[in-house]
């Protein structure tokens, strides 16, 4: 009977510390982070990397300077801070022109929110301003399940928090 209180508790211990997210942040700016998952880890930008994160926002006509990359076992999150632009103007400028749109959020004062499928790969940017400052994230993966459990509206507006 003890065994079986100990066991018991033992689980309940567990249940209760046991998370699927990390408490892990990239600071970006002004106490401004961004949560990592578990699964992700941040990496050094590599020329390659770069250089397809730059083919990417090819169609841009904004500077979107790399900041960060994050890494997970099927997917990238680029994170980018635009210079000298709006979220108007970001909003104005399709990321790919030869894609499929799947979604699209857009307030001028706080957001915007697209999701696009070229192929097979999924594509989820989201540009966000904070303190008049703005943070673009573009994550990009091929697995569907993923994109819409981790690359949703909500999750990514989640994901950015500020440090106290």
Do not use: W
């Given at each position: 009977m003890k065994?079986s209180?100990?066991?018991?508790?033992?689980?309940?211990?567990?249940a209760?510390t046991?998370?699927?997210?990390?408490?892990e942040?990239?600071?970006?700016?002004?106490?401004?982070g961004?949560?990592?998952n578990n699964?992700e880890?941040?990496?050094?930008?590599?020329?390659?990397?770069?250089?397809?994160y730059?083919a990417?926002?090819?169609?841009?006509k904004n500077?979107i300077p790399?900041?960060?990359?994050?890494k997970?076992?099927?997917?990238?999150?680029f994170?980018?801070?635009?210079?000298?632009?709006?979220l108007?103007n970001?909003?104005?400028?399709?990321l790919?022109?030869?894609?499929i749109?799947?979604e699209?959020?857009f307030?001028?004062?706080?957001?915007?929110?697209?999701?696009?499928q070229n192929?097979?790969?999924l594509l989820t940017?989201?540009?966000?301003l904070?303190?008049?400052?703005?943070i673009?994230?573009?994550?990009?993966?091929?697995?569907?399940?993923?994109?819409?459990?981790?690359?949703?509206?909500?999750?990514?507006s989640?994901?950015?928090k500020?440090?106290?």
């Open positions: 065994k209180i100990y066991l018991l508790l033992f689980f309940a211990l567990t209760c046991t998370s699927n997210q990390s408490n942040e990239i600071i970006l700016f002004n106490n401004i961004f949560k990592i699964h880890k941040e990496i050094k930008p590599s020329i390659q990397i770069k250089e397809n730059l990417k926002i090819s169609n841009k500077q790399l900041f960060k990359i994050i997970g076992k099927n997917h990238h999150i994170i980018g801070l635009p210079v000298a632009t709006s108007e970001l909003h104005k400028n399709n790919m022109e030869d894609a749109k799947l699209n959020k307030d001028k004062h706080h957001y915007d929110f697209n999701q696009f192929q097979d790969t940017e989201y540009t966000r904070l303190n008049n400052n703005l673009y994230i573009l994550a990009v993966t091929t697995n569907k399940e993923l994109s819409d459990s981790l690359f949703t509206f909500e999750k990514l989640d994901r950015i500020k440090i106290e």
